[in-house]
Antibody
Framework: QLQLQESGPGLVKPSETLSLTCTVSGGSVSGYSFYWGWIRQSPATGLEWIGSIPYSGTTYYSPSLKRRVTISLDTSKNHFSLQLTSVTAADTAIYYC?????????????WGQGLLVTV | QSALTQPPSASGSPGQSVSISCTGTSSDVGGYDLVSWYQQHPGKAPKLIIYDVNKRPSGVPDRFSGSKSANTASLTVSGLQVEDEADYFCCSFAGNNNLFGGGTKLTVL
C-alpha cells in the first residue's frame, strides 16, 4: 500500500528557507504515470497547490510561488523534496505531499498525513 | 488567479441528497474537464472522491457524484450518512496552475 510521509523542521525563522522531504513507501517515485506534488493548507488561504514534479524531472510551480519554490526528485532515496525560500508568517501552514496521476492533473489520490510548519 | 468559489456551508438530514457548487471561470472549471473533489475530516488529510468531473476512485461509494455546466462544477452526495459530515473542496486544473475552492462544511443534521 502506497504511503507518503513528510519530514522536516516544524519551525522556520522568517527570511530563511523551508526544506521538507516526502518519503514514499510501498511504491516508487520512478515511472511515468504519476506526478509528485506539494500542497499546503492554512486557515487564511485554504488549500493551495505549490507544485508538482514527474519522473522526467520537469517541474510545475504555482505562478504565485514559483520565484521561491524548488521541487526535486531523488530516485535513489525514493523521495522528493520542497524548498521554499524567504519565508514569512504567511507561509505558516500544514504542508502535504501527494501523488497524482498524470492523466488527471489536480487529482491527488494519495496524501501524506501533513506537517505543520510555523514561521 | 483567484480560488474557486464554494458556499461555506451545506446541510442535510440522513438519507437526503445535497449538492455543493464550485464556480470558476472559462480559464479553469469551464476550460477543462479536470475538476476533482476532496473530502476532509478534522485533523486528516484530504481524500480524493471525484476526479475528471465525474469519475470515482476505487472504493468511493456511488453516493458521491460530480457534474459540470459551463464554469460551475457540482458535487452531489445522495443518501446522506452521518460519516459524510466533513469539509469538501473542489480543485480545477487551470493550465499552469491547480486551483482549489475555499471549502464547504457539510453538516448532517
Amino acid at each position: 500500500q502506497l504511503q507518503l510521509q513528510e519530514s522536516g523542521p516544524g519551525l522556520v525563522k522568517p527570511s530563511e528557507t523551508l526544506s521538507l522531504t516526502c518519503t514514499v513507501s510501498g511504491g516508487s517515485v520512478s515511472g511515468y504515470s504519476f506526478y509528485w506534488g506539494w500542497i499546503r493548507q492554512s486557515p487564511a488561504t485554504g488549500l493551495e497547490w505549490i507544485g508538482s514534479i514527474p519522473y522526467s524531472g520537469t517541474t510545475y510551480y504555482s505562478p504565485s510561488l514559483k520565484r521561491r519554490v524548488t521541487i526535486s526528485l531523488d530516485t535513489s532515496k525514493n523521495h522528493f523534496s520542497l524548498q521554499l525560500t524567504s519565508v514569512t508568517a504567511a507561509d505558516t501552514a500544514i504542508y502535504y505531499c501527494a501523488r497524482g496521476p498524470k492523466v488527471a492533473p489536480g487529482a491527488f489520490d494519495h496524501w501524506g498525513q501533513g506537517l505543520l510548519v510555523t514561521v | 488567479q483567484s480560488a474557486l468559489t464554494q458556499p461555506p456551508s451545506a446541510s442535510g438530514s440522513p438519507g437526503q441528497s445535497v449538492s455543493i457548487s464550485c464556480t470558476g471561470t472559462s480559464s479553469d472549471v469551464g476550460g477543462y474537464d479536470l475538476v476533482s473533489w476532496y473530502q476532509q475530516h478534522p485533523g486528516k488529510a484530504p481524500k480524493l472522491i471525484i476526479y475528471d468531473v465525474n469519475k470515482r476512485p476505487s472504493g468511493v461509494p456511488d453516493r458521491f457524484s460530480g457534474s459540470k455546466s459551463a464554469n460551475t462544477a457540482s458535487l452531489t452526495v445522495s443518501g446522506l450518512q452521518v460519516e459524510d459530515e466533513a469539509d469538501y473542496f473542489c480543485c480545477s486544473f487551470a493550465g499552469n496552475n491547480n486551483l482549489f475552492g475555499g471549502g464547504t462544511k457539510l453538516t448532517v443534521l
